[in-house]
């Protein structure tokens, strides 16, 4: 096609950890052990996911909208613990949904599929953003797989305003004439970011087409989950708002961690949060945004640690 850059770009999934450990300063003496897990689910989709260590999983890790499994490489790499990182439905290498119904919910159930298989005994599940609702709704009515959940930049008060930016960007342009393109507009949206750190998302998060063009992995139907720009407030509030009745149901120990620049979570959130479950534990990230685990991996990791700490035991 006219106009297109059809030079190739490789990509190997799993060479890339040495750049996460040399942005953040971790040993990795040897590459990591880390492979691609698949669970079938009724109707022939599939949930793929980032199955690390070769040990049972202590920690799920479900990631926000528009993101995959490898969002979480650096976290992981610094807990040093076995874990599963899953790509949610219409996400990365997971199936796409025939009706484009990405909600809690339904992306919950699908979790508890996939979790069963290879995770039925983790410790802990860690979901940011859409991941976090997700989590939410799983620990609400999966609770048997949800013994500690920590919340990453999210709560059931999330809305349209809070998110116009996020979602302005998911539903930006899907295709790109250029690698280059497609990370000039990555930039913009993310200033506070390293290049390196934004390619490699990049690269986990598009694929290259046969012309030499670029494309978004994820599935775009996949907003519906999230407030956009044609949506009416009474359908959001008829998609997340109910959610905090899932929440105040939780019975596990929970912990709500905030990006201090992020405008997703404000202090009304925390406030209800605190009133539905009054013993859960808030922590601030300075300098971090709404993707906690992009800007400040180490500090999650370390509040990640902290959290867990005397539930298993030590790495």
Known sequence: MAGMDASRIEYDEF????ENAS???LDLAAPPIVRRVETELPG?????????GDAAPQIVFLHGGAQNAHTWDTVVLR????ALALD???HGHSGWRDDGLYTPATMADDVAVAMREHAPDAALVVGMSMGGMTSIALAAHHRELVRRLALVDITPGVDRSKTKAIVDFVNGPQTFPSFQALLDRTI???PTRTVSSLRRGILHNALQLEDGSWRWRYDRMNHRLAPDADAQPDDIEATMHPLWADFEAITA???LVRGATSPVVDDADVAEARRRQPTIRVEVVEGAGHSIQ????LELAALIEDFIEGVIAPR
Do not use: A, K, Q
């Open 188 to 190: 913009e949206h993310n």
């Open 23 to 25: 942005e953040y300063g």
């Open 253 to 255: 120990p929970i912990m």
């Open 88 to 90: 949610l439905p219409g």
């Open 79 to 82: 807990l040093g613990r076995p």
């Open 15 to 18: 060479g890339l950890f040495h």
């Open 294 to 297: 992009g800007d400040r991996p």
């Open 44 to 52: 022939g989709r599939r949930v793929s996911g980032l199955l690390w």
